[in-house]
């Protein structure tokens, strides 16, 4: 179980990096935009790393504080989730 847990979050914040990318080059060619609640929805089903990687790497985002707090607990409760799953495994 823990296996495909960590599979599924690398996945989704592989994905959540990309979409950042995406909506950040949007912006810079004023085309249509990813809304913010689809980018935090990202980060909370387990894309929260992808989320605060590409909020750095392409300077997206960082400036709004809710994203930031979304995120930083989304990290907070799956890194809980997976300790758990390692507890429960021994």
Do not use: Q
Not at 23 to 32: C, E, M, S, T, Y
Not at 67 to 80: E, G, K, M, P, Q
């Amino acid at each position: 179980m823990l296996k495909y847990f960590l599979i599924y979050c690398a996945v989704i914040s592989a994905l959540t990096f990309a979409v950042y990318g995406l909506d950040k080059h949007a912006a810079k060619a004023k085309l249509w935009r990813t809304p913010e609640r689809r980018l935090l929805l990202f980060g909370m089903a387990g894309g929260a790393i992808g989320a605060i990687l590409g909020m750095l790497f392409f300077h997206h985002k960082t400036k709004k504080w809710y994203f930031w707090l979304v995120n930083l607990v989304s990290i907070i409760l799956y890194t809980t989730a997976v300790c758990l799953l390692i507890l429960h495994k021994s």
